[in-house]
T-cell receptor
Framework: GAVVSQHPSRVICKSGTSVKIECRSL??????MFWYRQFPKQSLMLMAT?????????EQGVEKDKFLINHASLTLSTLTVTSAHPEDSSFYIC??????????FGPGTRLTVL | EDKVVQSPLSLVVHEGDTVTLNCSYE??????LLWYKQEKKAPTFLFML????IEKKSGRLSSILDKKELFSILNITATQTGDSAVYLC?????????FGAGTILRVKS
């Protein structure tokens, strides 16, 4: 089946720093990728839709200047959490859309901001 | 506003029991309904349903969709401790998925 990777799997950073998370589709091209956030014991919340070659579409309440998304190629999307604060600590998951099949999820990145 | 509601929120059963998880939805431009299993990492895909009344099966798991009643069920027969997880239902309208809150299933040995 289709494989999506994320890097890093876990990151701990100091408050005020920026963190970049990469999402790659390894064996297929994805014109659309999605970024989700999941807080403990809660479901996945869609943050934004990442479209190759164009600007990301953010969900209501998600700050686009804080969560920068770049979909540079058909196999890579990046999420940068800028000026991270402890409340940004969460599990971030990306998915890549494969037409006719659906979304395949990456393994997730656990971000802890101290 | 698109909405996906799962029930029950949590469930504790004994090994060997059969469980039924429920998912109801209200979305515009329905394309598909998906079931995922989530343990400690990201969700893993179980089923994608697009047509009413056609059961999909994979081992002890099966699922069916009722597009008239806007409802799907996920059945797990002869449950095992390895089935303990959060089961997520998601409904796709276009490319986007709207997730339900999930059902936490715990299977006791």
């Amino acid at each position: 089946g289709a494989v999506v990777s994320q890097h890093p799997s876990r990151v701990i950073c100091k408050s005020g720093t920026s963190v970049k998370i990469e999402c790659r589709s390894l064996d297929f091209q994805a014109t659309t990728m999605f970024w989700y956030r999941q807080f403990p014991k809660q479901s996945l919340m869609l943050m934004a839709t990442s479209n190759e070659g164009s600007k990301a579409t953010y969900e209501q309440g998600v700050e686009k200047d804080k969560f920068l998304i770049n979909h540079a190629s058909l196999t890579l999307s990046t999420l940068t959490v800028t000026s991270a604060h402890p409340e940004d600590s969460s599990f971030y998951i990306c998915s890549a859309f494969l037409a006719g099949v659906g979304q395949y999820f990456g393994p997730g990145t656990r971000l802890t901001v101290l | 506003e698109d909405k996906v509601v799962q029930s029950p929120l949590s469930l504790v059963v004994h090994e060997g029991d059969t469980v039924t998880l429920n998912c109801s939805y209200e979305v515009t431009n329905f394309r598909s309904l998906l079931w995922y299993k989530q343990e400690k990492k990201a969700p893993t895909f179980l089923f994608m349903l697009t047509s009413s009344g056609i059961e999909k099966k994979s081992g002890r798991l099966s699922s069916i969709l009722d597009k008239k009643e806007l409802f799907s069920i996920l059945n797990i027969t002869a449950t095992q401790t390895g089935d303990s997880a959060v089961y997520l239902c998601a409904v796709g309208g276009g490319n986007k998925l709207v997730f339900g809150a999930g059902t936490i299933l715990r299977v006791k040995s």
